[in-house]
């Protein structure tokens, strides 16, 4: 499968959420997208 180049426009709010992501878990916001278009969630999980 050919990979191609896209550009769309994110909301703000959504921008700063991935960015929080990033400096927790050290996942680039470019990864992020990626992975939200595969259908993939990032979630916090608490260990017991």
Do not use: D, H
Not at 7 to 25: D, P
């Amino acid at each position: 499968m050919a990979k191609r180049q896209v550009c769309f426009t994110i909301e703000e709010e959504v921008v700063k959420k991935m960015e929080e992501i990033r400096e927790n878990t050290g996942v680039p916001v470019s990864k992020q997208i990626e992975l939200a278009l595969k259908g993939y969630k990032i979630e916090k999980v608490e260990e017991k």
